[in-house]
């Protein structure tokens, strides 16, 4: 395959990936279908933001929030049955089993070592240090510029540990797992071990827990976002939309097949970060996944890491102290 | 190990009755594309055949399935296709809701999400029991009926 240019790399030599807006199917059938495909993801958006600005204290806590959130997977259900992007994403009962497994663990186990030893308990070790009077101003600014700045600092470190973990082996070894996924869902965001699930929740947006209703409000846009990336839903997405944020189309080529291809596309709401640092691409890709698309099996998934550095290590020493032997003159 | 109700839980048993009476190797000639994924390997002996798959994709349509053996029964007047499928993903699932039973136990705090993924589980098993068998036959039966040339056996 010859690839396309992009920048200084040459995208699509291993696997296909389209490469720029034009060249991306549009969704086909009605006009009302359109029109539905293509202002969903800003309607959704703009709703969110306008309810967590005016709802009222009484409603506008964590447990609407997380309402909310239950009542926004179940209708991208529906979007993935009714319109998806490939069939050969659809949902299977077993694709559906093991990235519930995964979701599970997240919500139970993973958050459970978040609160004592993670995130959780570094935010609270860190407030306890800190002068927060000093950053009185910061709640004197509009809500909306609040949310905004906590969602873009949190996406911001995320873009960072992501793109550590694609540059720095030890952090690969944990995020590998993820990219062995062969197709992308709504539920494929939390399959991978749970060291990264783990590592990625590490994030600072709980030190802004002083400013509750901005939090949730930068929580809605992370989910009116981010929630896409992984979803197998034909969009048209709009022009600003896919210039500002993250969409399916980039991180479909960041889970490509295609080597080069993965390497870019690290934000998880705002794909203007790599535009920023030269690693967006502007794309989509059907074909996902490591080593040819082998599939992982959740055993594997769960040791991969640790046998992997394993074997890595047990191969560097050797080499460090029996260099292979030279034949005798 | 034979554990022959036990083994209801993760195995699929099952018949279906050809229409028209074929030879083995036309019927297993039918069902071949399901065969022709990656990771699987199979092999035909004489009225029976026999696959085991490592590690299928998600577009795999068997793939909860691990190993199996698909044989033709035909007494003479009729021939039926038997199947016998073992599924590691229903074993898998028919123990998620004990494993988040486990975790509420475990982790003394928190519980309520360990209870709804078990609730889930035990929902999601039930229904992959009943629908994946049906899938399976669905397929079979969509395979066989094809109204291709087929090599029919004459009557005895």
Known sequence: MDGVRVGKRLIGTQSPVTVGWENIPRVEGSPVKQFVFTWFQPAVLIALVTFWLC???????????????????????????????????????KELVT??????????LVKYAGKHIG???????????????????????????????????????????????HNWYPLWLTHSVHHYITQLNINKGAVGNPVELFLIGLGIGGFFDFLPRAALLAGAIGMAVSTYQHINVRFNTPRLWRFLF???????????????????????????????????????????????????????????????????????????????????? | MDLPFIDRIWRVRGSLALDVR????????????????????????????????????????????????????????????????????????FFLPFLFLGIAWLLKESRNPAFVFAGIFTVLYVVGRILEPWLIRSAFRKSLADVEPATEIAPV
């Open chain 1, 55 to 93: 709802a009222p204290d009484s409603i506008a806590k964590a447990s609407t929030a997380i309402g909310i959130g239950i009542g926004f997977k179940a209708l991208l259900y529906c979007l993935e049955w009714v319109n998806p992007r490939h069939d050969s994403w659809r949902l299977t009962w």
């Open chain 1, 99 to 108: 990235d519930l497994f995964y979701v599970g663990i997240s919500y139970t």
């Open chain 1, 119 to 165: 995130s959780d308990a570094m935010v609270g070790a860190i407030q306890h240090a800190f002068d927060w009077e000093k950053f009185a101003y910061f709640k004197e600014m509009p809500l909306l510029v609040q949310a905004f700045l906590i969602s873009f600092i949190f996406d911001f470190g995320q873009y960072w540990m992501h793109r550590g973990m």
């Open chain 1, 246 to 329: 993250n969409t399916t189309e980039h991180h479909s080529v960041h889970h490509s097949q295609d080597f080069e291809a993965s390497r870019s596309n690290y934000a998880g709401t705002y794909i203007f970060i790599d535009r920023m640092f030269g690693t967006c691409v502007d794309g989509e890709a059907e074909l996902l996944g490591m080593e040819g698309g082998r599939r992982m099996s959740i055993r594997e998934q769960m040791t991969y890491p640790f046998t992997e550095a394993w074997r890595t290590t047990k191969s560097a020493i050797q080499v460090r102290f029996q260099p292979a032997a030279v034949p005798a003159e």
């Open chain 2, 22 to 93: 074929r030879a083995p190797r036309d019927v297993f000639a039918r069902l071949d594309h399901l065969f022709r994924a990656v990771g699987t390997t199979f092999r035909i002996d004489g009225d029976t055949l026999a696959f085991s798959k490592k590690d299928p994709i998600a577009q795999d349509r068997m793939a909860i399935f691990n190993h199996g053996a698909l044989w033709v029964e035909d007494d003479g007047q009729s021939a039926e296709l038997r199947y016998d499928l073992n599924s590691p993903t229903l074993q898998f699932c």
